[in-house]
């Protein structure tokens, strides 16, 4: 690895959010099409190496560092402050899939247990709640879609989130399975 691509590793593992392409390029004092080109072969080298983290490249030329999304579950217990119950989570993905839902079709479909779970998702800004009459309405934040690897575009967003979802759920099936199978 060069001194430009460690740099630019270190800066995106350190600032625990999106960096976007013009602060990696004024940090390495290259021109933006060198830091992508560097971006690109880190990203690779992540996704070859096949390991928890990945570089993801974000809509607005805009980079992050993060743990792979369909990790997130298994280690839960281990992230400072116990980032999303299973429950919340769950909340979280039908608000993603439904959005713009009102906060009482969502409590009608999942339970008054949802209350909770909103308040939740509000706090750590994955979702906002515009008063609608006696409701609010939710949707997703643009750090939900950043944080989860998923366009910011709502029909994308959905798409990737189902195709997700499919695979997280295969793999967990497959787990139980053979949890099941150990046991006879």
Known sequence: ???????????????GRALTLQELADLIGKAESTAKKILDDLSFTYHKREGALEVVALPRDRYVMQLKPELTPRIAKFIPGGLLSYATLQTLVYIALKQPILQSELVSQRGTHCYEHVKDLEEKKFIEAIPEGRSKLLKTTPLFADYFGLDQDRIKLKAQLKYKLKRILS??????????????
């Open 1 to 15: 690895m060069t001194e430009d691509m460690l740099t630019i590793e270190a800066a995106l593992y350190a600032a």
């Open 171 to 184: 793999e967990q099936k497959e787990r139980e399975e053979e949890v099941a199978r150990a046991m006879l």
